[in-house]
């Protein structure tokens, strides 16, 4: 017997396509949408047995929020996550808003499918690998990376911080020195300086590596995610290139 289902996706693109195989296989869909602010809402006003929802990010907050939402006002939906191979804080995210599963969105459509009716029958849908490789990644935590914007934000000085912070807006020297009430020597000097201890060659390259390592965000900048590109296009538009050379006075 097929189920009442609705697919849920990042994309609505994946979901039409897999409402679209389920579908063939003889289930009733009633819906395939994008998350939105009505994608909660449009599960609760139609009550399918299963709501498939999928996610690119299952340990990011609020992700399951919907799944609260759902269960809250309609506690005989099912919910099946489909999301990449989650680390623990994402099967545990999904099963502690409510989610009745968890099936990685490559699964086949057979795996999938099996999901449903386990959900649906009101039981557990996770395989034991997937538990396996989240809890193996619990026991044994891959080492976190060096924080490299940390570590090049305690070579610089306060005062080196806000000249690279300007070189990354893209001011030349005469602005520099202007809106830091300095002399243009001096506000060249700790450009130099900057680059120095950057080991860069240029005020493109500091800009470029300070993005990339997030030592912005580090000196309390605040830039969201995603201006790199912005902060060396706009260095790129200073006027002058300044090669390190050894600190003057």
Known sequence: MGVRLMVVDDHRLLAEALASALKLRGHRVLAAAAPSAGAAELVVSRAPEVCLLGTAAPAQPGTFDPVVRIKKERPQ???VVLGPVPSPRGIAAA????????VRNDERIEGVERAMMKARAGESAVSPQLLQ??????LHPAAQPDDEGARLLELLTPREVEVLMRVADGEDTRLIAAGMEIAPSTARTHVQRVLMKLEVGSRLEAAALAARTGLLDRAG??????????????AGTAAETDEPSPPQG
């Open 133 to 138: 490789q989240a809890f193996e990644e619990l």
């Open 221 to 234: 900048r605040g830039r969201p995610a995603g201006t790199a590109a912005g902060t060396v296009a706009a």
């Open 95 to 102: 099963f502690a808003a409510g989610a009745s599963g968890y």
């Open 77 to 79: 939906v099912a919910v």
